[in-house]
């Protein structure tokens, strides 16, 4: 999203960012999650139904107004203001109208995504009508107190006589297709919809290319999948999905796979296929272990026949894997 935001602080269209703050029980969606309303449009979600709609209501105020707001919903009691929201939770939301002048913050943001470094974003919502917000890119530079935080998920905290909301930057989850086949090529649009970004590699040309795959951020040639982790900058982000063209090159891949840092790592294949490739791995003495972590088959099993309905239950799995509902995903 800073991308969308960056354009359109470029272009001084008026923007308000509508953020999830805190969450407690059960809410739609968690601190952090951002949606985007301009006059033009609204990008993002906040889970839908009443709230969202509200949300958007309070977004297009602050439009007109450039007053930022806090939104609190208490959905844990069905009243006829809540009806259309019983989830059982409490959520608060900051309404915060967006400035020119704060094109440096999100650019300074989108540099640090791009590049994998640590950053963080604090907003000071003391007085609830004046949201202060910084990004600190030296994370030795946050006031005292706040570093801590800063290592864990997005929320509030009291700093003395203030309230802020501390928000690390969320580096996207990163889907590393090993093959750029028809079946990955649905794999890519479900994931990038789903909020991972997407890499390719193949060793053909024509099968990893930004042509092929416009909704990739990289695509790699890369011959006979060799030195994929320098290639790739495989680490702790990575969810690798391995589905080369051939029983060769997947072995290749599992075997270089393993000696990464990627959080999850899957295998098109039959069980048949799985017990030939995890023979071979164990005669490289590859524990049993490791091989534990793997996912082969990948995917649920919800009956996928079609290159899409594959994708669909490829990329419910790498949710799955995101969200820590998988217990066998790497704990590294």
């Given at each position: 999203?800073?991308?969308?935001?960056?354009?359109?602080?470029?272009?001084e269209?008026?923007?308000?960012?509508?953020?999830?703050?805190?969450?407690?029980?059960y809410a739609p969606?968690?601190?952090?999650t951002?949606?985007?309303?301009?006059?033009?449009?609204v990008?993002?979600?906040?889970?839908g139904?009443?709230?969202?709609?509200?949300?958007?209501?309070?977004?297009r105020?602050?439009?007109l107004?450039?007053?930022?707001?806090?939104?609190?919903?208490?959905?844990?009691?069905?009243?006829?203001e809540?009806?259309?929201?019983?989830?059982?939770?409490?959520t608060?939301?900051?309404v915060?109208?967006?400035?020119?002048?704060?094109?440096?913050?999100f650019?300074?943001?989108?540099?640090?995504?791009?590049?994998?470094?640590?950053?963080?974003?604090?907003?000071?919502i003391?007085?609830?009508?004046?949201?202060?917000?910084?990004?600190?890119?030296?994370?030795t530079?946050?006031?005292p107190?706040?570093?801590?935080?800063?290592?864990?998920?997005?929320?509030?905290?009291?700093?003395?006589?203030r309230?802020?909301?501390?928000?690390?930057?969320?580096?996207?989850?990163?889907?590393?297709l090993?093959g750029?086949?028809?079946?990955?090529?649905?794999?890519?649009?479900a994931?990038?919809?789903?909020g991972?970004v997407?890499?390719?590699v193949?060793?053909?040309?024509?099968?990893?290319?930004m042509?092929?795959?416009?909704?990739a951020?990289?695509?790699?040639?890369v011959?006979?999948?060799?030195?994929?982790?320098?290639?790739?900058?495989?680490?702790p982000?990575?969810?690798?999905?391995?589905?080369?063209?051939?029983?060769?090159?997947?072995?290749?891949?599992?075997t270089?796979?393993?000696?990464?840092?990627?959080?999850?790592?899957?295998?098109?294949g039959s069980?048949?296929?799985?017990?030939?490739?995890y023979?071979?791995?164990r005669?490289?003495?590859v524990?049993?272990?490791?091989?534990?972590?793997?996912?082969?088959?990948?995917?649920i099993a919800?009956?996928?026949?079609?290159?899409?309905?594959?994708?669909?239950?490829?990329?419910?799995e790498?949710?799955?894997?995101?969200?820590?509902r998988?217990?066998?995903?790497?704990?590294?």
């Amino acid at each position: 999203m800073e991308h969308t935001i960056i354009n359109l602080l470029r272009s001084e269209t008026p923007a308000v960012l509508v953020t999830v703050i805190a969450r407690d029980g059960y809410a739609p969606r968690r601190p952090g999650t951002r949606m985007l309303v301009s006059d033009a449009a609204v990008a993002g979600s906040m889970g839908g139904g009443l709230m969202e709609a509200k949300a958007v209501d309070a977004a297009r105020q602050a439009l007109l107004s450039g007053v930022s707001t806090r939104l609190h919903f208490d959905l844990r009691n069905e009243t006829p203001e809540t009806a259309d929201m019983p989830c059982g939770g409490e959520t608060e939301l900051l309404v915060e109208p967006l400035a020119p002048t704060q094109l440096n913050l999100f650019e300074g943001a989108a540099a640090a995504l791009a590049e994998g470094k640590p950053g963080c974003w604090l907003v000071d919502i003391t007085n609830p009508q004046q949201a202060q917000r910084a990004f600190y890119l030296d994370l030795t530079a946050l006031p005292p107190g706040v570093a801590a935080m800063q290592a864990g998920d997005p929320g509030l905290m009291a700093y003395g006589d203030r309230t802020l909301y501390v928000e690390p930057l969320q580096h996207p989850p990163v889907v590393l297709l090993c093959g750029g086949g028809q079946v990955s090529l649905c794999i890519a649009r479900a994931a990038e919809q789903a909020g991972f970004v997407v890499d390719v590699v193949d060793d053909r040309p024509e099968f990893s290319s930004m042509e092929r795959f416009p909704m990739a951020r990289a695509a790699y040639v890369v011959e006979e999948f060799a030195d994929l982790e320098a290639r790739c900058g495989i680490g702790p982000q990575h969810y690798m999905v391995i589905a080369t063209r051939g029983h060769s090159h997947d072995l290749d891949v599992l075997t270089q796979a393993l000696r990464t840092k990627a959080r999850y790592i899957g295998v098109f294949g039959s069980r048949k296929r799985r017990e030939e490739l995890y023979a071979s791995l164990r005669e490289q003495e590859v524990p049993n272990a490791e091989l534990a972590c793997v996912r082969c088959p990948i995917g649920i099993a919800i009956g996928a026949d079609t290159p899409e309905e594959i994708a669909v239950s490829v990329v419910a799995e790498l949710v799955a894997a995101r969200s820590g509902r998988l217990p066998f995903f790497r704990d590294l």
